[in-house]
C-alpha cells in the first residue's frame, strides 16, 4: 500500500523544483507577477499529472514520462524566453537526468538490498523511501550545478570552482549513498548508525561552508569589478570634461587664426596674387585636418567616450579611423557602452604605444548585421599576441587593477545575449564585440 502523504509530498517538491529549474534557467518572458502565475500553474499541472499516474497507472511508465515531458515543452516554448532550439531540447535533457538517477540508483539499492525492483519502486518500505530521497536530492543538486553554471554565478575554468562546486558536492553525495547502503548492510545497528549520521552531516557541513566561501570570494570579485567600472565612468568623466575645456580653446583659437588669415586672403585676392592665396588656403586646410575632427552623433555617451579615446589616441601619436553606423543606442545601460569601447580602445592604445609600429592607427567601426550590433577595434600587430598569451593577461605589474578589461567586455557583452571575439589576420589585432538587439526590445 501507498503511503498518500509521501508520495504526494513528493510529486509536489519534483513539480517545484523541476518548473522552477526550467524558469531559472530560461528566464520569464513576462513580468514577475505574470511569471509566477505560470510558473505556479505548470506547477499544479506537473502534480497533478504525476499524482495521476503514480495512484492510478503506476506500471504504465513511458505514457508518465512523455505526458510530463510534453507539459514541460509547452511551459518552455510558451511561457519562458531563450533560442528555440534550447527550449526544445531543455525537458528532454532534465527527463534524461531524472531516468538515469532514478534507475541507477534503484538498480544498485536492488543489487545491494536483494529487494525487487517492484518492492523498492511501487510499495511503501523503508528502504523505498530512502531511495527516493536521495534520488531527488541528487537530481536537485544536478540541476542546481547546470543552472550555475549556465548562469555564470562561477566559472568553471578555475580549479578551486570545479573543485569547490562540483567535486566536492559530488563527494558529499557520495559519501550519503555509502552511508545508506552501509546501514542497510549492517542491519540498522544503533552504534553504526550514529556514527555514519556524524561523518554525512560533518560532510554535508564541510562542503556547504567550502561553497559558502568560493561564493562569496566570487561576489566579492564582482564586486570589485563593479568598483573598476566606477571608477572607469569617473575618469571617463574628468577626460571628457578636460577635453571639452580644450576643444573649446582649440576652437576660440581656430576662430582668431581664421579672421586673421581670411582678412590675408582677400586682401591678396583684391591684388590679383592668387597663387598666395590659394597657398594660404591650402596650409590651412592642412593645419586644421591634421587637428581632427569631433565625433557628433545622435548619441552623446558615444560622442563622449569616442572623443576622449580619439584624444588619448592623438597624444600618443595614434591615428584613428572611425566607422560608424550603428549609434549604439540599443544599450538599456550607458555605462556600459562606456566600458566596453573604452577597454577596447585602451588596450589598442597601450599596445600601440610601448611597441614600435611604423603608422600606428586604430581602426575602429560600429555596424548593424541582421539582428545582431557588432563594434570591432583593429589595430597592427608586431607578431602573434594569441599565441604569445592565449588567455590575454596583463603584464603590469599592478595585476589588481589591471588585466581586467577583456574579462569586463566579456561578462557585459553575454549580459545583452553576445559574445566577444578575438582574432588576428594580416598582422592585426581584432576585437568584436557582437550584441543581441533582440535583447533591448
Not at 508518465?64 to 516554448?77: G, R, S
Given at each position: 500500500m501507498?503511503?498518500?502523504?509521501?508520495?504526494?509530498?513528493?510529486?509536489?517538491?519534483?513539480?517545484?523544483?523541476?518548473?522552477?529549474?526550467?524558469?531559472?534557467?530560461?528566464?520569464?518572458?513576462?513580468?514577475?507577477?505574470r511569471?509566477?502565475a505560470?510558473?505556479s500553474?505548470?506547477?499544479?499541472l506537473?502534480f497533478?499529472?504525476?499524482?495521476?499516474?503514480?495512484?492510478?497507472?503506476?506500471y504504465?511508465?513511458?505514457?508518465?514520462?512523455?505526458?510530463?515531458?510534453?507539459?514541460?515543452?509547452?511551459?518552455?516554448?510558451?511561457?519562458?524566453?531563450?533560442?528555440l532550439?534550447?527550449?526544445?531540447?531543455?525537458?528532454?535533457?532534465?527527463?534524461?537526468?531524472?531516468t538515469?538517477?532514478?534507475?541507477?540508483?534503484l538498480?544498485?539499492?536492488?543489487?545491494?538490498?536483494?529487494?525487487?525492483?517492484?518492492?523498492?519502486?511501487?510499495?511503501s518500505?523503508?528502504?523505498r523511501?530512502?531511495c527516493?530521497?536521495?534520488?531527488?536530492?541528487?537530481?536537485?543538486?544536478?540541476?542546481?550545478?547546470?543552472?550555475?553554471?549556465?548562469?555564470?554565478?562561477?566559472?568553471?575554468?578555475?580549479?578551486?570552482?570545479?573543485?569547490?562546486f562540483?567535486?566536492?558536492?559530488?563527494?558529499?553525495?557520495a559519501?550519503l549513498?555509502?552511508?545508506?547502503?552501509?546501514?542497510?548492510?549492517?542491519?540498522y545497528?544503533?552504534?553504526?548508525i550514529?556514527?555514519?549520521?556524524i561523518?554525512?552531516?560533518?560532510?554535508?557541513?564541510?562542503?556547504?561552508m567550502?561553497?559558502?566561501?568560493?561564493a562569496?570570494?566570487n561576489?566579492?570579485?564582482?564586486?570589485s569589478?563593479?568598483?573598476l567600472?566606477?571608477?572607469?565612468?569617473a575618469?571617463?568623466?574628468?577626460?571628457n570634461?578636460?577635453?571639452s575645456?580644450?576643444?573649446?580653446?582649440n576652437?576660440?583659437k581656430?576662430?582668431h587664426?581664421?579672421?586673421?588669415?581670411?582678412?590675408?586672403?582677400?586682401?591678396?585676392?583684391?591684388?590679383?596674387?592668387?597663387?598666395?592665396?590659394?597657398?594660404?588656403?591650402?596650409e590651412?586646410?592642412?593645419?586644421?585636418?591634421?587637428?581632427?575632427?569631433?565625433v557628433?552623433?545622435?548619441n552623446?555617451?558615444?560622442?563622449?567616450?569616442?572623443?576622449?579615446?580619439?584624444e588619448?589616441?592623438?597624444?600618443?601619436e595614434?591615428?584613428?579611423?572611425?566607422?560608424?553606423?550603428n549609434?549604439?543606442k540599443?544599450?538599456?545601460?550607458?555605462?556600459?557602452?562606456?566600458?566596453?569601447?573604452?577597454?577596447i580602445?585602451?588596450?589598442?592604445?597601450?599596445?600601440?604605444?610601448e611597441?614600435k609600429?611604423?603608422?600606428?592607427?586604430?581602426?575602429?567601426?560600429?555596424?548593424?548585421k541582421g539582428?545582431?550590433?557588432?563594434?570591432?577595434?583593429?589595430?597592427?600587430?608586431i607578431?602573434?599576441?594569441?599565441?604569445?598569451?592565449?588567455?590575454l593577461?596583463?603584464?603590469?605589474?599592478?595585476?589588481?587593477?589591471?588585466?581586467?578589461?577583456?574579462?569586463?567586455?566579456k561578462?557585459?557583452a553575454?549580459?545583452?545575449g553576445?559574445?566577444?571575439?578575438?582574432?588576428?589576420?594580416?598582422?592585426e589585432?581584432?576585437?568584436?564585440?557582437?550584441?543581441?538587439n533582440?535583447?533591448?526590445t
Open positions: 501507498f503511503n498518500y502523504g509521501f508520495e504526494l509530498a513528493v510529486n509536489f517538491a519534483q513539480s517545484v523544483y523541476l518548473i522552477g529549474f526550467f524558469l531559472a534557467f530560461l528566464g520569464g518572458k513576462y513580468s514577475r507577477k511569471n509566477i505560470m510558473c500553474l505548470f506547477i499544479a506537473n497533478t499529472v504525476l499524482t495521476y499516474f503514480t495512484f492510478n497507472n503506476p504504465v511508465v513511458m505514457i508518465d514520462m512523455l505526458t510530463v515531458v510534453i507539459l514541460h515543452e509547452v511551459y518552455c516554448l510558451t511561457c519562458l524566453k531563450g533560442e532550439a534550447i527550449k526544445i531540447i531543455l525537458p528532454f535533457v532534465a527527463s534524461l537526468i531524472n538515469i538517477i532514478s534507475y541507477g540508483v538498480y544498485l539499492t536492488s543489487f545491494v538490498t536483494g529487494l525487487s525492483l517492484e518492492e523498492l519502486g511501487l510499495q518500505s523503508f528502504f523511501y530512502l527516493v530521497v536521495l534520488v531527488n536530492l541528487t537530481i536537485l543538486v544536478t540541476l542546481l550545478l547546470m543552472w550555475r553554471t549556465k548562469a555564470k554565478v562561477y566559472s568553471l575554468k578555475k580549479v578551486s570552482n570545479i573543485i569547490a562540483i567535486a566536492i558536492p559530488v563527494l558529499a553525495m559519501i549513498y555509502i552511508t545508506f547502503y552501509i546501514m542497510i548492510l549492517t542491519n545497528q544503533s552504534n553504526l550514529i556514527l555514519l549520521l561523518i554525512c552531516a560533518a560532510m554535508i557541513l564541510v562542503a556547504g567550502v561553497w559558502f566561501m568560493i562569496r570570494i561576489r566579492d570579485n564582482r564586486i569589478t563593479k568598483l567600472l566606477s571608477e572607469q565612468r575618469d571617463l568623466y574628468e577626460k570634461i578636460i577635453t575645456n580644450k576643444q573649446i580653446e576652437t576660440a581656430i576662430r587664426d581664421m579672421k586673421n588669415n581670411i582678412a590675408c586672403i582677400d586682401n591678396l585676392i583684391v591684388e590679383s596674387k592668387y597663387d598666395e592665396a590659394h597657398k594660404i588656403c591650402q590651412l586646410t592642412d593645419k586644421y585636418s591634421s587637428i581632427g575632427s569631433v557628433n552623433t545622435e552623446y555617451l558615444l560622442n563622449a567616450v569616442l572623443n576622449v579615446e580619439i588619448k589616441a592623438r597624444c600618443n595614434i591615428s584613428v579611423k572611425l566607422s560608424i553606423a549609434d549604439m540599443m544599450f538599456s545601460n550607458g555605462s556600459d557602452m562606456i566600458s566596453v569601447i573604452g577597454n580602445f585602451d588596450n589598442a592604445i597601450s599596445y600601440l604605444s611597441n609600429i611604423e603608422n600606428k592607427e586604430i581602426i575602429f567601426s560600429t555596424e548593424h539582428d545582431y550590433s557588432v563594434i570591432k577595434c583593429k589595430n597592427k600587430i607578431d602573434s599576441v594569441l599565441s604569445k598569451n592565449p588567455l593577461h596583463t603584464d603590469k605589474a599592478d595585476k589588481k587593477n589591471h588585466g581586467k578589461g577583456i574579462s569586463i567586455v561578462s557585459i553575454q549580459k545583452y553576445g559574445d566577444v571575439v578575438i582574432s588576428e589576420k594580416n598582422n589585432f581584432i576585437v568584436s564585440v557582437v550584441l543581441d533582440r535583447i533591448f
